[in-house]
């Protein structure tokens, strides 16, 4: 069977109930994002690396309770208050210009037990807010953060990147790449990207020779 090439298709990130992948490492945040009623004060802060799954357990959770998804650094210090379940998306890149709103907001929604989740790479204790109010608030809401990926939560995350950039490796090319693949969400994300660019350049597939030279890795003597 021919190898599939590589075309320089428009990304489409997958951010349904049937494409998030729960394991020993997320299992926790899957659970806790998914039953905002057990949350203390009905808020509950999500951290955990860049692809580890954040936004996508942010936007099952919006889909399920009707919620808008606010980035934190586009938040409008003018924006009218919530009356429904909110997120608010990278909370550690919040600008000083929000921060009052963000604290009433946050008094607001607690008072009418209206569910609040928030996101970051660190827990909000960590987060550069100069607001004493809102930096008190905010580091006594419930954390749970997404652990470093193990075995089967690396796998998935790697298939993901590939089915989003509408990739379809060879089996050998993804067998090579689980083995000397920097073990974090991180490396996952960018070994692919760097696959994804090589591939559309040289308008070929992703193998395991694509593999081995972007990986460089050392071919098997013999």
């Given at each position: 069977?021919a190898?599939?090439?590589?075309?320089?298709?428009p990304?489409?990130?997958r951010?349904?109930?049937?494409?998030?992948f729960?394991?020993?490492?997320?299992?926790?945040?899957?659970?806790?994002?998914?039953?905002?009623?057990?949350?203390?004060?009905?808020?509950?802060?999500?951290?955990?690396?860049?692809?580890?799954?954040?936004?996508?357990l942010?936007?099952?959770f919006?889909?399920?309770?009707?919620?808008?998804?606010?980035?934190?650094?586009?938040?409008?210090?003018?924006?009218?208050?919530p009356?429904?379940?909110?997120?608010?998306?990278?909370?550690?890149?919040?600008?000083?210009?929000a921060?009052?709103?963000?604290?009433?907001?946050?008094?607001?929604?607690?008072?009418?037990?209206?569910?609040?989740?928030l996101?970051g790479?660190?827990?909000?204790n960590?987060?550069?807010?100069?607001?004493?109010?809102?930096?008190?608030?905010?580091?006594?809401?419930?954390?749970?953060?997404?652990?470093?990926?193990?075995e089967?939560?690396l796998?998935?995350?790697?298939?993901?990147?590939?089915?989003?950039?509408?990739?379809?490796?060879?089996?050998?090319?993804?067998?090579?790449?689980?083995?000397?693949?920097?073990?974090?969400?991180?490396g996952?994300?960018?070994?692919?990207?760097?696959?994804?660019?090589?591939?559309?350049?040289?308008?070929?597939?992703?193998?395991?020779?694509?593999?081995?030279?972007?990986?460089?890795?050392?071919?098997?003597?013999?």
């Amino acid at each position: 069977m021919a190898e599939q090439l590589a075309f320089d298709w428009p990304r489409q990130d997958r951010m349904g109930a049937d494409t998030f992948f729960v394991s020993e490492a997320n299992a926790e945040a899957h659970a806790l994002v998914t039953m905002p009623a057990a949350w203390p004060e009905s808020k509950l802060a999500l951290s955990g690396p860049r692809g580890a799954g954040k936004t996508h357990l942010a936007r099952l959770f919006a889909d399920r309770n009707g919620a808008p998804v606010l980035n934190a650094p586009d938040i409008d210090p003018a924006a009218p208050l919530p009356d429904g379940p909110l997120v608010i998306e990278d909370g550690d890149r919040l600008p000083q210009s929000a921060q009052e709103w963000l604290f009433h907001t946050h008094n607001h929604m607690r008072a009418r037990a209206l569910p609040l989740l928030l996101t970051g790479q660190t827990p909000p204790n960590r987060w550069p807010i100069t607001l004493p109010d809102l930096a008190s608030r905010l580091s006594a809401t419930t954390c749970v953060a997404i652990a470093d990926p193990d075995e089967r939560l690396l796998d998935a995350v790697l298939m993901k990147q590939f089915q989003d950039r509408q990739i379809a490796p060879t089996p050998e090319a993804v067998t090579l790449l689980r083995k000397h693949i920097d073990r974090s969400f991180q490396g996952a994300i960018e070994a692919v990207a760097a696959l994804d660019r090589a591939a559309m350049d040289e308008r070929r597939a992703v193998n395991r020779a694509l593999v081995q030279r972007i990986m460089d890795i050392a071919p098997r003597s013999g």
